[in-house]
């Protein structure tokens, strides 16, 4: 009973009876290539920051070559990483808290990040 786990699933399935058709981590499945997943990351901000207005936070004319470099060079864009996460989150940040037409409006700011 203990030993293949069943007590443990059966005990979780009845106390979240919602969640019981979820399967559990497939502990015998390959990791995930994390390198490969930061380049994925780094290559949809760069998307998103080169398709959305232009930021008040962001200095997208600095960014906008290290980005598109990113979508050629699988070694540069996992370096990138670091950033990408911040350069998002301000650049939605920003859509969020002037909406969109003072999102336009505020985009000829000099306080940008980048």
Known sequence: ?????????????????????????????????????????????????????????????????RFLRAFGDRDYASHLFWCAGSVLYLTQLAQEVLGTAGFFAAASSRHAVG
Do not use: C, N
Request: no cysteine.
């Open 1 to 65: 009973m203990v030993e293949d786990h069943q007590f443990h699933t059966e005990t979780i399935a009845a106390a979240f009876p919602l969640w019981a058709q979820l399967p559990y981590e497939d502990k015998t499945a390959r990791p995930a290539d994390a390198r490969a997943l930061r380049v994925r990351f780094v290559r949809d901000v760069g998307a998103f920051l080169l398709r959305a207005p232009e930021s008040p936070l962001v200095a997208r004319a600095r960014l906008a070559p």
